[in-house]
């Protein structure tokens, strides 16, 4: 059972690989330069192409760039707050500790929070990227599909 799994998982990768390479070799004919991604040019075209795929996922891409504003502050401000700490702790008598231990206790809440954007931020960039790619995926599986019989008889398939 497993191995029967395996087989259709890597024949799936293999087909998609066989309808990827078909898909550049149909694009240089028509006209457009495939070389491996080597030294193609993005034009305006595929920008508004790109943003228009990716539309649905700006607010979860939109929550990432702001989550990356805020831990970059944060990242910003650490040094400044550590030395705060070390500079409280130095010159301390018996009456500040509890002034030391809560900027300790902020210092920790600055990094815990720094930590949770990152991980959020890198969830959502994460979820918005693999939404774009089986966004692209199905559409260019269904753009396949309604071609042609004759379009399907000249290309080898697997």
């Known amino acids: 059972s497993k191995q029967r799994i395996a087989t259709k998982v890597s024949s799936f990768f293999y087909d998609e690989a066989k309808i990827v390479r078909h898909l550049s070799?149909?694009?240089?004919q028509k006209g457009g330069?495939?070389?491996?991604?080597?030294?193609?040019?993005?034009?305006?075209?595929?920008?508004?192409?790109?943003?228009?795929?990716?539309?649905?996922?700006w607010p979860l891409i939109s929550a990432a760039t702001a989550t990356l504003g805020v831990t970059s502050s944060i990242t910003l401000l650490l040094p400044y707050?550590?030395?705060?700490?070390v500079d409280l702790t130095l010159a301390s008598?018996?009456?500040?500790?509890?002034?030391?231990?809560?900027?300790?206790?902020?210092?920790?809440?600055?990094?815990?929070?720094?930590?949770?954007?990152?991980y959020f931020r890198t969830l959502w960039l994460a979820r918005a990227g693999n939404r774009i790619v089986a966004r692209l995926r199905q559409n260019s599986y269904q753009k396949m599909l309604i071609q042609d019989v004759s379009y399907l008889e000249k290309k080898n398939t697997g």
């Open 93 to 118: 008598n018996a009456a500040d500790e509890a002034s030391i231990m809560t900027m300790a206790g902020g210092l920790f809440g600055l990094m815990a929070i720094s930590g949770c954007g990152v």
């Open 33 to 57: 330069e495939v070389d491996g991604g080597k030294n193609s040019k993005l034009d305006r075209t595929s920008i508004q192409k790109l943003f228009q795929y990716s539309k649905p996922e």
């Open 81 to 85: 707050a550590s030395g705060q700490v």
């Open 25 to 28: 070799v149909v694009a240089a």
